[in-house]
């Protein structure tokens, strides 16, 4: 079972995105935790074999901000910019509860973004910490078919600074991402969807709430020898409105906006490691509903862009393999 990818759920991190000034929450946040297209590189709801395993993943997201109230001049689109790299760790101790497989995950990443002119913004530093205690996954007897769930905190420990607590990469406040995976893993196949929602807390500065945002992300490849492809999609989109605070007076940047994304995927198991790359384009993105500004303009926007993914993984220990690299394969079954 190919199992390089599901590491880089965490990450997560994939928080890259976080350096747009789009109007469909606080500003200084990119709209979500999570960058769309993080788990594409081979998450399944499957799990490996019990042990350690480590993971290095790095991306970049050349993008610009669109939709009817994004900043240009003489007609320029704005660019963003975000260069990431994220280093996790995921256990499975060999574990079962009501029939399923236990696992947990951790990924630290780290992020250098920035935003063009007329926004004129550059951050750089540690993004929050992203940790997933429990996942279960359920193996559905010989039919191929596997369910996975599980709950991913982004904890607010990342750099922050400014007076909203939003002038570099991290966010001041919890988000909370449960998740419902669906796979199917039989001869060589893996066309996997992963859903999974944000649910944050306020920003423990300024007491606004930024809506929820809702991630689906599918994946269909082929494992032929060594070698892994096929297509990959996503879908990335706000589902609920926020809710302000005393320090914006009530005021409440009301957006709605919708992703969807479509590209490819290659992989290369090596044995001691699992390299896979991957590549998004998100060709439909637009946002809408914006009121903050002035009676009837639309001061939604949201980024457009393109994505490129690559992860290497790696298992450190295996129960039969106590010292040194394992003597097989670490992500077949």
Same mark, same amino acid.
């Given at each position: 079972?190919?199992?390089?990818?599901?590491?880089?759920?965490?990450?997560?991190? +994939?928080? !890259?995105?976080?350096?747009?000034? !789009?109007?469909?929450?606080?500003?200084? /946040?990119?709209?979500?935790?999570?960058?769309?297209? *993080?788990?594409?590189?081979?998450?399944?709801?499957?799990?490996? #074999?019990?042990?350690?395993?480590?993971?290095?993943? =790095?991306?970049?997201?050349?993008?610009?901000? =669109?939709?009817?109230?994004?900043? $240009?001049?003489?007609?320029?689109?704005?660019?963003?910019?975000?260069?990431?790299?994220?280093?996790?760790?995921?256990?499975?101790?060999?574990?079962?509860?009501?029939?399923?497989? /236990?696992?947990?995950?951790?990924?630290? #990443?780290? *992020?250098?973004?920035?935003?063009?002119?007329?926004?004129? *913004?550059?951050?750089?530093?540690?993004?929050?910490?992203?940790?997933?205690?429990? &996942?279960?996954?359920?193996?559905?007897?010989?039919?191929?078919?596997?369910?996975?769930?599980?709950?991913?905190?982004?904890?607010?420990?990342?750099?922050?600074?400014?007076?909203?607590?939003?002038?570099?990469?991290?966010?001041?406040?919890?988000?909370?991402?449960? &998740?419902? =995976?669906?796979?199917?893993?039989?001869?060589?196949?893996?066309?996997?969807?992963?859903?999974?929602? &944000?649910?944050?807390?306020?920003?423990?500065?300024?007491?606004?709430?930024?809506?929820? +945002?809702?991630?689906?992300?599918?994946?269909?490849? @082929?494992?032929?020898? $060594?070698?892994? +492809?096929?297509?990959?999609? /996503?879908?990335?989109?706000?589902?609920?409105?926020?809710?302000?605070? !005393?320090? /914006?007076?009530?005021?409440?940047? =009301?957006?709605?906006?919708?992703?969807?994304?479509?590209?490819?995927?290659?992989?290369?198991?090596?044995? #001691?490691?699992?390299? %896979?790359?991957?590549?998004?384009?998100?060709?439909?993105? $637009?946002?809408?509903?914006?009121?903050?500004?002035?009676?009837?303009?639309?001061?939604?926007?949201? %980024? @457009?862009?393109?994505?490129?993914?690559?992860?290497?993984?790696?298992?450190?220990?295996?129960?039969? !393999?106590?010292?040194?690299?394992?003597?097989?394969?670490?992500?077949?079954?």
């Amino acid at each position: 079972m190919n199992f390089n990818g599901r590491l880089t759920a965490a990450a997560l991190a +994939v928080t !890259a995105a976080s350096m747009t000034s !789009a109007n469909a929450f606080e500003f200084g /946040y990119a709209g979500w935790a999570q960058k769309p297209g *993080i788990t594409l590189g081979g998450g399944t709801a499957g799990a490996p #074999p019990p042990g350690l395993y480590s993971f290095d993943q =790095v991306f970049t997201y050349q993008s610009n901000i =669109v939709g009817p109230g994004a900043p $240009n001049i003489g007609g320029a689109a704005t660019p963003v910019h975000a260069a990431v790299e994220a280093s996790g760790l995921l256990w499975v101790p060999g574990w079962t509860f009501l029939g399923a497989t /236990y696992d947990a995950v951790i990924v630290q #990443p780290w *992020i250098m973004a920035d935003v063009g002119s007329p926004v004129n *913004i550059q951050q750089a530093g540690m993004h929050n910490t992203y940790i997933v205690p429990a &996942e279960l996954s359920w193996k559905l007897g010989d039919s191929g078919f596997f369910i996975k769930t599980g709950l991913g905190i982004y904890v607010p420990n990342g750099s922050i600074s400014g007076p909203a607590g939003l002038s570099n990469v991290g966010n001041p406040w919890w988000t909370f991402q449960p &998740e419902f =995976v669906v796979s199917y893993l039989k001869d060589g196949w893996n066309l996997t969807a992963n859903l999974f929602q &944000e649910i944050n807390t306020s920003n423990s500065i300024t007491g606004y709430r930024s809506g929820d +945002v809702l991630h689906a992300e599918f994946t269909a490849t @082929k494992t032929i020898g $060594n070698w892994t +492809v096929g297509p990959i999609a /996503y879908y990335a989109g706000q589902v609920t409105n926020d809710t302000s605070s !005393a320090f /914006y007076n009530g005021a409440i940047n =009301v957006n709605r906006y919708n992703i969807w994304a479509g590209g490819g995927l290659v992989g290369y198991n090596f044995g #001691p490691a699992a390299l %896979t790359v991957w590549a998004t384009h998100e060709f439909s993105s $637009n946002a809408s509903g914006g009121t903050a500004g002035p009676p009837g303009i639309d001061t939604a926007s949201i %980024t @457009k862009g393109n994505s490129v993914f690559a992860n290497l993984s790696f298992r450190l220990w295996a129960p039969d !393999a106590p010292e040194g690299p394992p003597k097989r394969p670490m992500f077949t079954k």
